[in-house]
């Protein structure tokens, strides 16, 4: 099992940046995939990018392709996420996950959860 910790949320103007961070514990972390979901009032929990056990690759959601960045440090069990040109359409509660799989983008299919950080951009 492992716990996931999310941090760096907060409120930011249109265009600006943040970058979100989840930090591992429990098991190895590099054995799995990890991924970050967001949840606006309302609406389901979608999908925004993913990243494989190594690092290596990355996968995005075509809403934040070119302006998010996945990454990640196994050194530091940590996995982060880099939103810059940040529009009011991006305000939600994101969720870092962890799956034994790469690539998903059904949340059905990852098996760990932070509790959230809220992200909040005004236009």
């Known amino acids: 099992q492992v716990q996931l910790v999310e941090s760096g949320g907060g409120l930011v103007q249109a265009g600006g940046s943040l970058r979100l961070s989840c930090a591992a514990s429990?098991?190895?972390?590099?054995?799995?995939?990890m991924g970050w979901f967001r949840q606006a009032p309302g609406k389901e929990r979608e999908f925004v990018a993913a990243?494989?056990?190594?690092?290596?690759?990355?996968y995005y959601a075509d809403s934040v392709k070119g302006r998010f960045t996945i990454s990640r440090d196994n050194a530091k069990n940590t996995v982060y996420l880099q939103m810059n040109s940040l529009k009011p359409e991006d305000t939600a509660v994101y969720y870092c996950?962890?799956?034994?799989?790469?690539?998903?983008?059904?949340?059905?299919?990852?098996?760990?959860w932070g509790q959230g950080t809220q992200v909040t951009v005004s236009s």
């Open positions: 990243i494989s056990w190594s690092g290596g690759s990355t």
């Open positions: 429990g098991r190895t972390f590099s054995s799995y995939a």
């Open positions: 996950a962890a799956s034994y799989r790469y690539g998903e983008i059904r949340r059905e299919e990852y098996d760990y």
